[in-house]
């Protein structure tokens, strides 16, 4: 089934069915919970009753500004325009249905809506039903319906909030609203159904209540303008949708703010349909998300930072964690220890703030850094290890290539070029064999040619290591891309370099590809379904529609960045 997402700083409601018909799940990040909470069931259906007889109301839903979802519904003479906003800095969303008279008579009908939030999930990685209790009452405050989430303290409330409405509870947890309505020919109404979350039921009211003041048109439009100041035109409208729906995403589903603590964090995503959603990776986030964030928004990038130099700085290089920074996967990987300080210096160079890097947390986790970088430092070969590969499976060699040049780039941005220059001898003694670089090799001359598309050597020109030019790197891309290679996918019409980790093209491969200058992995790019125009972890070679991963928030910054880079390249 096709999803479409929008989404907020505090909510994502990452789900939502197309038609319309039914808005079944949200979800919000929890510090306290260590990660997130979805909630699922019957959010909200609406539908209209005429004549003694009810209709649900369905359409399709197109994304307005690429990010907002909104369609129409015709139902007879009726149209119906549903519009659902996530506003910015709101812990709750709107539900907005307009319906217009197209008769040439006057209409008497009734509006009902209903809602019942059967489950709520805990996820981290997996999604495990979490067994407390689901009140729905009328709250006194609001004379609305609320459902209060407890397991024998509170946990989360929904309030919802909306004009006009005669509410009754039922006996199953859930709601009914009535709204009756009479509309002149050629009229037009409108119901926004304001929806509040909080830790409790006053909080819950008070912020449906508190958008209710603020407006439905004004929070819209002040949507829409925080969208356009950072999203980005192009002359290609296919390359601009795809760029700008997969920041959008990225934005707003590889980071957040815990409606609890309000803590900005940050994780691989928000979307339960991810299989490591809502866990934090060094490498995810500063890799592939915080390049694209940069671009469109220096704030949020420097919150980036900040929490990876606060929250979670004690684990840095630990292959996965919790939002609250303590370790989820234990295992030691290279790659993640070197992205704070290579995502620092992206930082400083774009943006010529130097501040951060000078903050007394930024200092003492880049010592910690180069401490961990000397643990790892093999004296016989000049190399450094790895026990996890950027796939997180573990590293049949220890050193890999693609990882030390990482090292050498985080040496010479920390000003220790004696050592750089070792380590480049090194990486030219030890990981060119037969006139290419090996994905990874031993102490003893073992080798391994290979390539993993999170952590690929087509990237080493793009890492300043060598030129593009560079006989030993062109025969490591011709060797990787050749059509015989197990996982190159050529001449597919999706290809692009897959892995052992998932077998078919990756998305990360493609925008690398597309960065490098190949318009074909460009037009793959943009044209492949992925899921439903989101990033995934891996596509199909011939329907270019999703194998793994759904849902991908960080790799979807990972695609906005490579657009972006060729918007730059083209201007």
Known sequence: ?????TGNEFVSLSSIDPEFRIL?????????????????????ESSIESNGEEQCITGHLNLKNWWIPSGHCQIGKLQITETILCPMGMKGFVVSLSLANQS????????????????????????????????????SWTDSPVHDFSMGFPVLCTAFLSEGFQWECSSDSGFTG???????????????????????EIAAATSARHMERIGFECLLD????????????????????????????????????????EEFCLMTSRCPR??????????????WSFPAILKSDRSIAKKMLEYVFTKQRRNIGIHSRYIDGTVLEPGFELDELCAPVIALKQYENE??????????????????????????????????????QPTDDVAAL???????????????????????????????????????????????????????????????????????????????????????????????????????????????SMATEARLGNEEATRKLVHASMDNGIACESIDETTGECTTGEAFATCAGFVAWSLIKILETVK
């Open 1 to 5: 089934m096709k999803h479409i997402a």
């Open 24 to 44: 079944d799940s949200f979800s919000v990040l929890s510090m306290s919970c260590k990660g997130m909470l979805d909630f699922r069931g019957k959010v909200l």
């Open 104 to 139: 040439s008579e006057d209409s008497q009908f009734v509006l009902k809506i209903q809602s019942r939030i059967h489950d709520v999930y805990h996820c981290v990685n997996l999604a495990k039903r979490l067994s407390g209790t689901i009140e729905t009452r009328i709250c």
């Open 178 to 200: 009535t709204r009756p309505m009479m509309l002149k020919s050629g009229e037009t109404k409108s119901a926004e159904i304001f929806i509040g979350l909080g830790y409790e």
């Open 222 to 261: 002040d949507a829409c303008r925080w969208i356009k100041e950072r999203t980005f035109k192009c002359a290609d409208s296919m390359l601009e949708s795809a760029l700008n729906r997969n920041l959008l995403f990225c934005l707003f589903y590889s980071t957040g703010i815990t409606y609890d603590t």
């Open 274 to 287: 991810y299989y490591v959603s809502a866990a934090y990776w060094d490498r995810d986030s500063l890799f």
């Open 351 to 388: 943006t010529g703030d130097a501040e951060l890097g000078s903050m007394e947390n930024a200092k003492a986790a880049l010592s910690e850094i180069l401490k961990m970088l000397e643990e790892h430092h093999d004296k016989a070969t000049g190399l450094y290890s790895t026990f996890l």
């Open 398 to 508: 220890p050193f890999l290539t693609y990882d030390n040049v990482l090292v050498w780039k985080v040496l010479l941005r920390l000003g220790r070029n004696g050592e750089a220059e070792q380590l480049r001898s090194a990486i030219l003694a030890h990981c060119i064999v037969d006139g290419m670089y090996a994905w990874s090799v031993g102490r003893n001359g073992e080798h391994l040619f290979y390539d993993e598309p999170p952590g690929s050597l087509l990237q080493l020109s793009e890492l300043l290591w060598c030129p593009s030019d560079d006989p030993a790197y062109l025969k490591t891309k011709a060797n990787i891309l050749r059509k015989e290679y197990k996982f190159s996918f050529a001449g597919m019409p999706f290809g692009a370099i897959g892995c052992e980790h998932a077998p078919h093209p990756w998305i990360l």
